[in-house]
Antibody, heavy 123, light 110 residues
Framework: QVQLQQWGAGLLKPSETLSLTCAVY????????WSWIRQPPGKGLEWIGE???????NYNPSLKNRVTMSGDTSKNQFSLRLDSVTAADTAAYYC?????????????????WGQGTLVTVSS | QSVLTQSPSASGTPGQRVTISCSGS????????VNWYQQLPGTAPKLLIY???QRPSGVPGRFSGSKSGTSASLAISGLQSEDEVDYYC???????????FGGGTKVTVL
């Protein structure tokens, strides 16, 4: 069973860069697609984007200009970078694996999740 | 404002059947499968139903999902106190090219 462990800075100032990493255990980064999802305090879930084992990415257009996702096959990790953060980016950020089966991957099916990282943006 | 529409709350007494609805459009629910997530306070969401009506291993059989047209439903049969948490629906949207979520439904066990 895949387990995801994530880490990164929890307190940022406006205009700084958010950087989170998610390590994959019990599975291979090369075998699946991987996503980042965030949840502002007391609010619903927002999909940030996904990356596959080939390094191909697909970002939410609402964040596209500020988001970069990358993967490291050798370390079995993938990362999220969000530039120029503001208070509106304050949220719990989750990494998640995308379910793949029968030769297809289903972008809205997140079968395993990291524990979450609360990122607060405040001056 | 979420692309998928869920009622903010639902309630029932222990043992009752509760249904949560998720309404979308032809570009999301109408053309893609629906997934449901359960979220306990302070924890990551957990996949509860995938591909409209499939339960991952370990999910109790009292949770079931269905889809018709541009709407989907999650049913909880035999409601238990531990079911008093938040539930979210999700699907891919072909027009927006993003995963879209419902705003979430909080279930209360009376």
């Amino acid at each position: 069973q895949v387990q995801l462990q994530q880490w990164g800075a929890g307190l940022l100032k406006p205009s700084e860069t958010l950087s989170l990493t998610c390590a994959v255990y019990g599975g291979s980064f090369s075998d699946y697609f991987w996503s980042w999802i965030r949840q502002p305090p007391g609010k619903g879930l927002e999909w940030i984007g996904e990356i596959n084992h080939s390094g191909n990415t697909n970002y939410n257009p609402s964040l596209k200009n500020r988001v970069t996702m990358s993967g490291d096959t050798s370390k079995n990790q993938f990362s999220l970078r969000l530039d120029s953060v503001t208070a509106a980016d304050t949220a719990a950020y989750y990494c998640a694996s995308v379910y793949c089966g029968g030769g297809s991957c289903y972008s809205a099916t997140f079968n395993f999740w990291g524990q979450g990282t609360l990122v607060t943006v405040s001056s | 404002q979420s692309v998928l529409t869920q009622s903010p709350s639902a309630s029932g007494t222990p043992g009752q059947r509760v249904t949560i609805s998720c309404s979308g459009s032809s570009s999301n629910i109408g053309s893609n499968t629906v997934n449901w997530y359960q979220q306990l306070p302070g924890t990551a969401p957990k996949l509860l139903i995938y591909s409209n009506n499939q339960r991952p291993s370990g999910v109790p059989g009292r949770f079931s999902g269905s889809k018709s047209g541009t709407s989907a439903s999650l049913a909880i049969s035999g409601l238990q106190s531990e079911d008093e948490v938040d539930y979210y629906c999700a699907a891919w949207d072909d027009s927006l090219n993003v995963v879209v979520f419902g705003g979430g439904t909080k279930v209360t066990v009376l």
